[in-house]
């Protein structure tokens, strides 16, 4: 069982950019599992913004996200990362880190936030002038 933490969110004008990363807290490695990020605003549902497959070569992003958000693995700091451009005032939300154990070398990716098995606890991304 992973021990997921998030950091880097804040507060963000509108256009601005900011870059989650996610990793476990004892420094074990993420390579089994496919990792992404779900967000939820208050009042809504929460929703994959992005998954990556445990082999990196495949990645998921819902449309409102593509061209300004980008998921990459660090295998070498046991993070995954999100790098968010352009923000807009719709991406404020919780964003969490999540996971789910997949097979070796696996091209799986996660696009229902009910595929997730663990997630941690989120860090609060606003976007307001």
């Known amino acids: 069982q992973l021990q997921l933490v998030e950091s880097g969110g804040d507060l963000v004008q509108p256009g601005g950019s900011l870059r989650l990363s996610c990793r476990d807290t004892?420094?074990?490695?993420?390579?089994?599992?496919?990792v992404g990020w779900f967000r939820q605003a208050p009042g809504k549902e929460r929703e994959t913004v992005s998954s990556?497959?445990?082999?990196?070569?495949?990645?998921y992003y819902r449309d409102a996200v593509k061209g300004r958000f980008t998921i990459s693995r660090d295998n070498l700091n046991n993070r995954v990362n999100l790098q968010m451009d352009n923000l807009k005032p719709k991406d404020t939300a919780i964003y969490s880190c999540?996971?789910?154990?997949?097979?070796?070398?696996?091209?799986?990716?996660?696009?229902?936030?009910?595929?997730?098995?663990?997630w941690g606890q989120g860090t609060q991304v606003t976007v307001s002038s």
């Open positions: 999540a996971a789910t154990r997949s097979g070796p070398n696996s091209d799986y990716v996660a696009r229902s936030p009910y595929e997730w098995e663990q």
């Open positions: 004892r420094g074990f490695a993420l390579d089994d599992y496919v």
């Open positions: 990556i497959s445990n082999s990196g070569r495949s990645t």
